[in-house]
């Protein structure tokens, strides 16, 4: 498929300023419900988490109990990597006052005075279903194993709302303070097993990466997302492990080198990125995801999908030289 210039360029632009907006009204939406569990921000501001992203944050706790949560916008919107087809808001709430930890080797809860907490993870999803059920009715809010999800509508967001335990990484720190830990978030679902992630890991190096390739980084990642939607159309079999994140991560990846050596030109931008892969297949098993934490390919099957990916793109598109 031939691409102008323009059509690349068009690819690559944030959606809007809009987004700005809708990422604080779900934090608000959110707030809006937890009040009704008695839960309260004490007066404080939705805060920006970081400059140069569409994350917010807010404080919350639960009056008489002294249970601390935090919402967190993060995913796409938070990174500004969203493309149109991307509707969904992600917010994390995360239990802070309950948190799961992990240590050298030898240390233990001991060692950092911690003692076992009295609320769950699950206890806290049914705790936010609960609260989004009363706040918009029970046909706007569908419970799903990893997450609840509130239906927009005329006067609210999309929004896939994560309840989720605050993970904390003291495995580098070797003088028992209690605020030296990398700080990530272990979500439950309902089929069982745990989920570490790292959305305030993912957003500070983003942002980094971003500005370091001269921003082309983020243009790429919403360029590669709007192409796998192209591919898709025409006919292409992209594997499901082909994940939004996953696209950014894998580009998260690439040496500055290939997003600088041209000025202006995206689509020669774009194409130093592909070609960089072509010939990076070997090195692929050290790549991490953008947190630069988690390793990319969890598996021989997803590695493998995300190469014929690549491959199936390299002989996709083309450039329109008669522009």
């Known amino acids: ?126 705790e936010v279903e609960k609260a989004l059920k009363q706040h918009f009715g029970y046909q706007g809010v569908k419970r799903h194993d990893k997450c609840i999800k509130v239906i927009g509508n005329t006067y609210r967001v999309d929004a896939d709302i994560v309840p989720a335990y605050r993970y904390r990484d003291y495995s580098n720190d070797y003088i028992n303070d209690s605020n030296n830990y990398i700080g990530g978030i272990e979500i439950r679902p309902d089929s069982g097993g745990r989920i570490i992630n790292y959305p305030e890991q993912h957003i500070k190096l983003g942002i980094a990466k971003n500005k370091v390739t001269k921003y082309n980084f983020k243009k790429c990642v919403r360029i590669i997302k709007s192409m796998r939607e192209d591919m898709e159309e025409n006919g292409y079999a992209v594997s499901s492990k082909i994940s939004s994140f996953g696209l950014e991560s894998l580009l998260w990846n690439v040496d500055v080198s290939a997003y600088t050596k041209y000025s202006n030109i995206l689509r020669y931008t774009f194409d130093e990125v592909i070609s960089f892969f072509k010939n990076d297949f070997w090195k692929f098993d050290d790549y991490t995801e953008a947190n630069g934490i988690k390793p990319l390919f969890p598996d021989i099957a997803t590695k493998s999908a995300y190469q014929k990916f690549i491959n199936d793109l390299y002989d996709f598109y083309e450039y329109d030289i008669k522009e």
């Open 1 to 126: 498929m031939k691409y102008t210039e323009k059509q690349i360029s068009k690819m690559a632009s944030p959606i809007s300023q809009s987004e700005n907006e809708k990422c604080k009204n779900a934090i608000r939406m959110v707030r809006d419900a937890m009040k009704k569990l008695n839960y309260t921000d004490d007066g404080k501001d939705i805060r920006s988490y970081m400059t140069e992203s569409y994350s917010y944050a807010l404080d919350l706790r639960q009056q008489y109990t002294g249970k601390k949560i935090t919402l967190l916008v993060q995913g796409s919107y938070a990174n500004k990597t969203n493309i149109p087809t991307e509707s969904d808001v992600d917010v994390a709430v995360i239990l802070e006052s309950t948190f799961i930890a992990k240590y050298r080797a030898g240390a233990t809860d001991s060692n950092y005075g911690f003692t076992d907490g009295t609320f769950s993870a699950s206890e806290l999803k049914d």
